[in-house]
């Protein structure tokens, strides 16, 4: 190569050169343990911002202060030594998210532990995200079928509302959540389901039963078990919403179920106590409501110039001796649109779901049920009400005037058809159908020990000879529905009774 060839090619060179400085903020590990680093010389870090340690860990920043920067680990913190360098990675906490997180169990850190394969993902989502605007939310007035009696009739779910599950241990909050899922079967509803310090066994028999039912297709699993570390039971109910605001954000509707915000909340007490924050009432944080309400906020229904979507929560939360005003649960209920109450007294009894229908509530479903529930549910509250104010009276009193009794017989069997089994949703037609034969005396003659044995019968009866009264029940509610409903009861009646 000549001279003059030469100076060209090292001329083109320098012009095309470009000095790229990669500069990494590094710090080093002062002192680690309970799952806790603090790390000094990371002048620059932010707030939740992920820093990974030298052996590949990563944990995120919570506490920013003078010195030194307190750190949770994600992970196996055992891994991690004095004297280890830390650097920024200057991303804020996120999970990768894809349509193909649906029907997989996950860690809070999105990754894969059900032992299919590694999960191909779309987008890196915030697991902090402010909640929408009110501008741009619609009122809840789509129905959410549970397909569970008791509540779609009594304490109404709609798109977009959070509604608390709360009752002692043992009284079926895990069961209600799981039904409804099961129930979301063919109603255009991707499901999140977080379990936060359960029993890994119990949570693997809960996705075994999805499995089952087939529901696992449109459910997501995000499992911080009992035996991980709390900063991942931490962060997980904020993965779950994080998958949810993923489908959220391209208009579908999704239910997330956070099992239980109780232990939640236990493990950012442990965390908040370890970084030396000051504890307030009952040793929990200050910000323990600001805990719960950002979470929980995030659910909403969009209207449809921001996608049409909506986010459903279903809190759970475990109370000690059915003591509703303790702390968690109280601030729970106050964040949340309605709470249904869950009693040992009643779980006992034999009454399944254990619902109290007096302390249950819901400030918003009303508007969001269907005309025909509407109608046939309003008078079943009256009638369970009358009963529970003469049930404790009746006890006292041997002599009963005619009207009395027959308010009584009436309010048990209300009960008795608002009792249902397991994994045994049931679509609004039937439900409807069942409490209008109630309402109107239709169920005079029967025994109340036979409740159960008609209502199942009855059910099989409109499958099997009333597909298209089931049909229009689905679709509206008039004189002429109505009055081809009565007959088709009297119809079974006829066939029951003889």
Same mark, same amino acid.
């Given at each position: 190569?000549?001279?003059?060839?030469?100076?060209?090619?090292?001329?083109?060179?320098?012009?095309?050169?470009?000095?790229?400085?990669?500069?990494?903020?590094?710090?080093?590990?002062?002192?680690?343990?309970?799952?806790?680093?603090?790390?000094?010389?990371?002048?620059?870090?932010?707030?939740?911002?992920?820093?990974?340690?030298?052996?590949?860990?990563?944990?995120?920043?919570?506490?920013?202060?003078?010195?030194?920067?307190?750190?949770?680990?994600?992970?196996?913190?055992?891994?991690?030594?004095?004297?280890?360098?830390?650097? !920024?990675?200057?991303?804020?906490?996120?999970?990768?998210?894809?349509?193909?997180?649906?029907? !997989?169990?996950?860690?809070?850190?999105?990754?894969?532990?059900?032992?299919?394969?590694?999960?191909?993902?779309?987008?890196?989502?915030?697991?902090? /995200?402010?909640?929408?605007?009110?501008?741009?939310?619609?009122?809840?007035?789509?129905?959410?079928?549970?397909?569970?009696?008791?509540?779609?009739?009594?304490?109404?779910?709609? /798109?977009?509302?959070?509604?608390?599950?709360?009752?002692?241990?043992?009284?079926?909050?895990?069961?209600?959540?799981?039904?409804?899922?099961?129930?979301?079967?063919?109603?255009?509803?991707?499901?999140?389901?977080?379990?936060?310090?359960?029993?890994?066994?119990?949570?693997? $028999?809960?996705?075994?039963?999805?499995?089952?039912?087939?529901?696992?297709?449109?459910?997501?699993?995000?499992?911080?078990?009992?035996?991980?570390?709390?900063?991942?039971?931490?962060?997980?109910?904020?993965?779950?919403?994080?998958?949810?605001?993923?489908?959220?954000?391209?208009?579908?509707?999704?239910?997330?179920?956070?099992?239980?915000?109780?232990?939640?909340?236990?493990?950012?007490?442990?965390?908040?106590?370890?970084? $030396?924050?000051?504890?307030?009432?009952?040793?929990?944080?200050?910000?323990?409501?600001?805990?719960?309400? /950002? +979470?929980?906020?995030?659910?909403? $229904?969009?209207?449809?110039?921001?996608?049409?979507?909506?986010?459903?929560?279903?809190?759970?939360?475990?109370?000690?001796?059915?003591?509703?005003?303790?702390?968690?649960?109280?601030?729970?209920?106050?964040?949340?649109?309605?709470?249904?109450?869950?009693?040992?007294?009643?779980?006992?009894?034999?009454?399944?779901?254990?619902?109290?229908?007096?302390?249950?509530?819901?400030?918003?479903?009303?508007?969001?049920?269907?005309?025909?529930?509407?109608?046939?549910?309003?008078?079943?509250?009256?009638?369970?009400?009358?009963? $529970?104010?003469?049930?404790?009276?009746?006890?006292?009193?041997?002599?009963?005037?005619?009207?009395?009794?027959?308010?009584?017989?009436?309010?048990?069997?209300?009960?008795?058809? +608002?009792?249902?089994?397991?994994?045994?949703?049931?679509?609004?037609?039937?439900?409807?159908?069942?409490?209008?034969?109630?309402?109107?005396?239709?169920?005079?003659?029967?025994?109340?020990?036979?409740?159960?044995?008609?209502?199942?019968?009855?059910?099989?009866? +409109?499958?099997?000879?009333?597909?298209? +009264?089931?049909?229009?029940?689905?679709?509206?509610?008039?004189?002429?529905?109505?009055?081809?409903?009565?007959?088709?009861?009297?119809?079974?009646?006829?066939?029951?009774?003889?």
């Amino acid at each position: 190569m000549n001279t003059e060839a030469l100076v060209k090619k090292l001329e083109t060179e320098i012009s095309n050169f470009q000095s790229d400085v990669d500069v990494t903020e590094y710090g080093i590990v002062q002192s680690i343990g309970d799952g806790i680093a603090r790390v000094s010389g990371l002048t620059q870090c932010k707030a939740s911002e992920m820093i990974e340690f030298e052996n590949g860990t990563v944990g995120v920043a919570l506490n920013l202060e003078e010195d030194t920067v307190g750190i949770i680990v994600l992970g196996d913190y055992l891994a991690v030594k004095e004297g280890d360098k830390a650097k !920024r990675t200057g991303k804020i906490l996120s999970i990768p998210v894809g349509d193909a997180i649906m029907g !997989r169990v996950v860690n809070p850190l999105a990754e894969a532990i059900d032992g299919k394969g590694d999960i191909a993902a779309d987008v890196d989502q915030l697991i902090e /995200r402010v909640a929408p605007g009110v501008m741009t939310r619609e009122p809840v007035s789509v129905p959410m079928q549970t397909g569970i009696k008791v509540i779609d009739a009594l304490v109404p779910i709609g /798109r977009g509302q959070r509604e608390l599950i709360i009752g002692d241990r043992q009284t079926g909050k895990t069961a209600l959540a799981v039904d409804t899922i099961i129930n979301q079967k063919g109603q255009n509803m991707k499901c999140v389901y977080v379990a936060i310090g359960q029993k890994k066994s119990k949570v693997m $028999r809960v996705v075994q039963k999805l499995e089952e039912a087939g529901a696992m297709e449109y459910t997501t699993v995000v499992l911080a078990g009992a035996s991980d570390p709390s900063s991942l039971q931490y962060i997980a109910p904020y993965a779950g919403v994080a998958i949810a605001e993923y489908f959220l954000d391209k208009g579908e509707d999704v239910l997330v179920i956070y099992d239980d915000l109780t232990k939640h909340a236990a493990a950012y007490r442990e965390i908040s106590l370890l970084l $030396r924050r000051p504890p307030g009432r009952e040793a929990y944080p200050g910000d323990v409501f600001y805990l719960h309400s /950002r +979470l929980l906020e995030r659910a909403c $229904r969009l209207n449809e110039e921001n996608g049409g979507g909506s986010i459903t929560a279903l809190p759970v939360i475990e109370t000690q001796g059915g003591d509703v005003s303790a702390y968690i649960p109280t601030n729970v209920i106050s964040i949340t649109d309605g709470q249904i109450f869950l009693e040992a007294g009643l779980f006992n009894k034999g009454i399944r779901p254990a619902i109290n229908v007096g302390l249950s509530v819901s400030r918003v479903g009303g508007s969001a049920q269907t005309k025909a529930m509407k109608k046939t549910a309003g008078p079943m509250k009256l009638a369970l009400a009358q009963y $529970r104010e003469l049930e404790s009276f009746a006890q006292f009193g041997s002599d009963l005037d005619p009207q009395t009794k027959k308010t009584l017989d009436h309010g048990a069997k209300s009960v008795e058809l +608002l009792k249902q089994k397991q994994y045994s949703p049931i679509v609004m037609p039937k439900q409807v159908a069942s409490i209008y034969a109630l309402n109107n005396g239709m169920l005079e003659g029967i025994e109340k020990s036979d409740v159960a044995k008609w209502e199942e019968g009855f059910y099989s009866f +409109l499958d099997a000879s009333k597909s298209s +009264l089931l049909e229009s029940l689905a679709k509206g509610w008039g004189d002429d529905v109505q009055a081809e409903l009565k007959q088709a009861i009297v119809e079974y009646n006829d066939t029951f009774k003889g």
